[in-house]
């Protein structure tokens, strides 16, 4: 069994950055992803990274502007999201994915969830 702990999130302005993490137990070395839903939508894709860290994959709303990255060594992946704006505000997940292979399929591709985090960007 896996457990995700994702932390980081809060209330800042337009413009500003924030890192979430998210701590893992019971697994490690696995594609994992994070994903967001806003108030009234379906969740969403944001990124992912393959269990070595060698390859990430973005969302094209995200690109440019936020960085997946992990610490294998701490079982931790982190999002660091940079010019962050009024659209980002969401609860933002934590999943492993099945397989690197299954990242492609978004949420029905990840075995296991984190509880979310909320981000909040006022304009």
């Known amino acids: 069994q896996v457990q995700l702990v994702e932390s980081g999130g809060g209330l800042v302005q337009a413009g500003d950055s924030l890192r979430l993490s998210c701590a893992a137990s019971?697994?490690?070395?696995?594609?994992m992803g994070w994903f967001r839903q806003a108030p009234g939508k379906e969740r969403e894709f944001v990124a992912a990274i393959s269990g070595s860290g060698g390859t990430t994959y973005y969302a094209d709303s995200v690109k440019g502007r936020f960085t997946i990255s992990r610490d294998n060594a701490k079982s931790t992946v982190y999002l660091q999201m940079n010019s962050l704006k009024p659209e980002d505000t969401a609860v933002y997940y934590c999943a492993v994915a099945r397989s690197w292979d299954t990242v492609r399929l978004g949420v029905g591709g990840m075995d296991y969830w984190g509880k979310g985090t909320l981000v909040t960007v006022s304009s």
């Open positions: 019971g697994r490690s070395n696995y594609a």
